[in-house]
């Protein structure tokens, strides 16, 4: 019961996160499928901070990455109870997996792809990119690679 209701508010306050990013949707135009993207640059609406490649922006995905893996290893440690390495990663991963599906199903194929808020001007007649459901479901698998490495700093968090 821990889980389902540590799951739920994971996923809310995901999705505030989400929505407070969104207000200005260029800002996270490195969640876009690459055509918007090519366009937006192309409209000069793309700068470094936001491009996706290059190191600053790997260095942002890493940092992150380790952020989460701290902050969920703290949670399954003092919400789980996990005390063991491979409890605390299982758990981590998870719950991350989760809010990964929840993401890539509710807040990408059925929010980000039929609300008109995250269209970018200039982009209006891009209406096949922006529906491309696949687009966020790959994205998903990619999603649960990316929690490996987050679900192990978080298994070391809770032996730490």
Same mark, same amino acid.
């Given at each position: 019961?821990?889980?389902? @209701? ?18 200005? $949707? @260029? ?8 055509a918007? @993207?090519? *366009?937006?640059?192309?409209?000069? &609406? ?5 491009? $996706?490649?290059? %190191? ?10 380790? @952020? ?7 949670? /399954? *440690? ?16 998870? &719950?991350w997996?989760?809010?990964n ?19 970018i $001007? ?5 209406? %096949? ?11 998903g698998?990619?999603?649960?690679? &990316? %929690?490996? $490495? ?5 298994? /070391?968090?809770?032996?730490?």
């Amino acid at each position: 019961m821990t889980f389902l @209701i540590e799951s739920f508010i994971a996923c809310a306050v995901f999705t505030l996160f989400v929505f407070l990013m969104s207000r200005d $949707p @260029i800002k996270t135009i490195f969640n876009y499928p690459s055509a918007i @993207i090519e *366009r937006c640059d192309q409209l000069g &609406l793309v700068d470094a901070s936001n491009k $996706p490649g290059g %190191a600053a922006f790997y260095a942002k995905k890493i940092t992150a990455m380790v @952020i989460f893996g701290v902050l969920l290893g703290l949670l /399954v *440690r003092y919400v789980n109870d996990c005390t063991s390495f491979w409890c605390g990663a299982l758990t981590a991963y998870a &719950l991350w997996c989760v809010v990964n599906w929840f993401d890539a199903f509710v807040l990408d194929c059925i929010w980000f792809c039929h609300d008109k808020h995250f269209v970018i $001007p200039g982009t209006e007649d891009m209406v %096949a990119d922006y529906h491309d459901y696949w687009f966020h479901i790959r994205g998903g698998f990619i999603g649960m690679l &990316l %929690a490996i $490495p987050a679900a192990l700093v978080a298994g /070391v968090i809770v032996i730490l």
